[in-house]
């Protein structure tokens, strides 16, 4: 597999074509933004822990029946993956109450949801990735209602497999965004990373955070605390 020409860089990751037409190379970097990117910074390491922990994540759930964009892990940082074409939503659920659902509603940090909830913020960084409804994403024409349909039943069965996945080692799956492409004949695929960038992981029994709040709300032992969850997956 040839590493052709750079596609796109964003924040955390950037993107490259390759000889096939259909593949595409993602590339993660150690670089670390918050706060649409007022907030900017270094994790070293993170970028090795986000490709290799998204990648075990994918295969987890491949075999349980979600569709996602993983192909191959090329290196610590390179992964072969699907070129699809992103639905411009973020898709967060959450199991917790933290971050903006808190702050939103007045909720403190660490109540415990009756059910898990579902979030959809338009992917625009100009306009803050501002919260949108499944009327709005239809009259903007962001998606069918048959894929947001696909795209929230994905979402809800990959919580129920990542919140077990995560309790089994000692990790409390507070919430997560998650990110999902179409390839060319229109099915929904996963095509996002999954890491402590865009978890929230609390250790289940000190509720240390151990994600990148370390790195928004500078609490330190950023490093660390990605390394203890590459750790705790079994990934060394
Ligand atoms: O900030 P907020 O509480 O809305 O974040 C919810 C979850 O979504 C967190 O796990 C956060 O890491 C993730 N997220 C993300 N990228 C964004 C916004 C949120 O990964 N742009």
Redesign the pocket.
Known sequence: MEKKELLYEGKAKKVYRTDDPDLYIVDYKDDATAFDGLKKGSISGKGVVNNRMSNLMCQMLQKAGVPTHFVEELSDRETLVKRVKIVPL?V?V?NVA????SKRFGVEEGTVLKCPTL?F?LKDDDLH?PMINGYHILALDLATQNELDVISAYTFQINKIMKEFFLSIGIEL????LEFGKLDDGTIILADEISP????LWDSKTHEKL??DRFRRDLGGVEEAYLEVMKRIGLN
Do not use: N, Q
């Open positions: 973020e967060i959450r933290a971050g903006s659902f979030e913020c990735d507070v919430d997560f965004k960038d865009t978890c929230r994600d990148k």
